[in-house]
């Protein structure tokens, strides 16, 4: 049973940095594509950040120069550093896996950013 499980969200200050990690277990996904999106109340889920096999990397503009996105293929997980935080920034994040017919989600990790 494929699992995507994400941790590290919680409550930070405007300007604050929080790392959040996603686990997989039950696929070798060093072959698969990884990304990370987010989903605010009311709005569209929204790519965050993007990772491939080989390591390229594409990012969101809203984030870009902030965020980076990271995997360790031997660990099987995949992180997302966020650096200068906004509250714009608040929203459920998701760890996604893709592959060639496949596309996995965790549940998902609150990130909450307010003074």
């Known amino acids: 049973q494929v699992q995507l499980v994400e941790s590290g969200g919680g409550l930070v200050q405007p300007g604050g940095s929080l790392r959040l990690s996603c686990v997989v277990s039950?696929?070798?996904?060093?072959?698969?594509?990884m990304g990370w999106y987010r989903q605010a109340p009311g709005k569209q889920r929204e790519l965050v950040a993007g990772?491939?096999?080989?390591?390229?990397?594409n990012y969101a503009a809203a984030v870009k120069g902030r965020f980076t996105i990271s995997r360790d293929n031997g660990k099987k997980e995949v992180y997302l550093q966020m650096n200068s935080l906004r509250p714009e920034d608040t929203a459920v994040y998701l760890c996604?896996?893709?592959?060639?017919?496949?596309?996995?989600w965790g549940q998902g990790t609150q990130v909450t950013v307010s003074s």
């Open positions: 990772i491939s096999s080989d390591g390229n990397t």
């Open positions: 996604n896996l893709r592959g060639p017919g496949r596309d996995y």
């Open positions: 039950g696929i070798i996904f060093r072959l698969d594509a």
